[in-house]
């Protein structure tokens, strides 16, 4: 499984350790050499980013310097418009094709919501979709989507050598961070250190991102 892809993406918004060690986990769990976090440009799912493109992308980046394994992938910015995942996995198929598996990465919260994806039965033939589920997360489905489930269903053993069209469920430590919690603190001066790379809350605060976060005189 080592030269297979998995795609984390997301506004990253700023990016966090929650992210980074998601990604690190499902690295391991799949023996993977290297996983990559792939920021929209335009989340058709979620408001528009806080901060602008090149603040998000040059975060990624520094983060990325400590994490070794993990790999800033730009194309849907590059690309441009609305960052359906469709598209960019058709642009990795194109890349790499047919044979080799991807794995596209998801909270259990978007995956709740998985079947209002823009072409989402073509999402799920063209990858195997990895759901990160923490303790206490719950599940929505909708009843068209349990039964796509329970056809889609697989273990990780059971994703060797599968190109795609499986969901696998992975269970994570509780890692209670989000990038709108991080915001609300910066916006009250608050430093979220323990939910940062050391870099990029550097970052935040030599740029003065997420209006009036803590800023240097």
Known sequence: MKNDIALFGGTFDPVHLGHLRSAQ????????NEIRLV??????HRKHPESTVEHRLAMLRLAALDFPGIVIDDREIARGGLSYSVDTLESFRNEFGLRIAIYLIMGMDAFNKFDEWYRWRDIGCLCNIIVLKRPGNSSG??????????NSLCSLEQLQGRPGGKVCFVELEQMDISSTEIREALRRGLKPSLQLPTKVENYIQVHGLYQGGYVNA
């Open 141 to 150: 489905f909708s009843s068209l989507m349990n039964r796509w489930i329970e």
């Open 25 to 32: 986990h499902v690295r391991s769990v799949l023996s993977l």
């Open 39 to 44: 920021p929209s440009l335009e989340s058709p």
